[in-house]
């Protein structure tokens, strides 16, 4: 059971490429998640999916596109790396039970560098 | 959207103390939850407390709606207790939590 599983772990890139990263689940949950935490702070959200074929902006999506073809799958993709961009991410998925939000399982987080 | 304020940022224990972690939110909410980090950077989710207390060995957690906060209680902590702990409560505009800066809480042996 592998729950949420986030790839590459760590990745240093350049200013200016560009990059993907992977989130899958295997819960069948319906609702996904990327958060970006910045060194000493909480994590905000940058972009979210209901479900497969829907996502929607959160808080600071600026410089980042998603898509959701699959309910798996639910990758985050940069362009145009910057510096700014320096941050770990997570992605996390849950499943709505009355509430919404409920139960959010993490991935492992994937540590990114900009230079 | 809703604002998520924890207090304090730092705390430092000594191992079997207790502590208080609080969490005040800006709007009503029907979802609260607790998450704890630990200095691994794994997050793990440890309440799903809309209202009232409840309880899981050591931690429990209360959330007092009508008043919009939630308080974390940790008893005779350990050193696996140390770590970032978080309080989410739901966007009013979106369908996604949103987080509070954290409680960093080191526990000294």
């Known amino acids: 059971n592998a729950g949420v599983t986030q790839t590459p772990k760590f990745r240093i890139l350049k200013i200016g490429q560009s990059m993907t990263l992977q989130c899958a689940q295997d819960m069948n949950h319906n609702y996904m998640y990327w958060y970006r935490q910045d060194p000493g702070m909480g994590l905000k959200l940058i972009y979210y999916s209901v479900g497969a074929g829907i996502t929607d902006k959160g808080e600071v999506p600026n410089g980042y596109n998603v898509s959701r073809s699959t309910t798996e799958d639910f990758p985050l993709r940069l362009e145009l790396a910057a510096p700014s961009q320096t941050s770990v991410y997570f992605c996390?998925?849950?499943?709505?039970?009355?509430?919404?939000?409920?139960?959010?399982?993490f991935g492992s987080g994937t540590r990114l560098t900009v230079v | 959207g809703i604002q998520v304020e924890q207090s304090p940022p730092d705390l430092i224990l000594q191992e079997g103390a207790n502590s208080t972690l609080r969490c005040n939110f800006s709007d009503s909410v029907n979802n609260l939850q607790w998450f704890h980090q630990n200095p691994w950077g794994q997050l793990i989710n440890l309440f799903y407390i809309p209202s009232g207390t409840k309880q899981n060995g050591r931690l429990s957690a209360t959330t007092v709606a009508t008043e919009r906060y939630s308080l974390l209680y940790i008893s005779s902590s350990q050193t696996t207790d140390s770590g970032v702990y978080f309080c989410?409560?739901?966007?009013?505009?979106?369908?996604?939590?949103?987080f509070g800066s954290g409680t960093r809480l080191q526990v000294q042996p």
């Open positions: 996390a998925s849950s499943w709505v039970v009355g509430n919404p939000n409920y139960g959010y399982t």
């Open positions: 989410a409560a739901p966007d009013t505009g979106r369908r996604a939590l949103t």
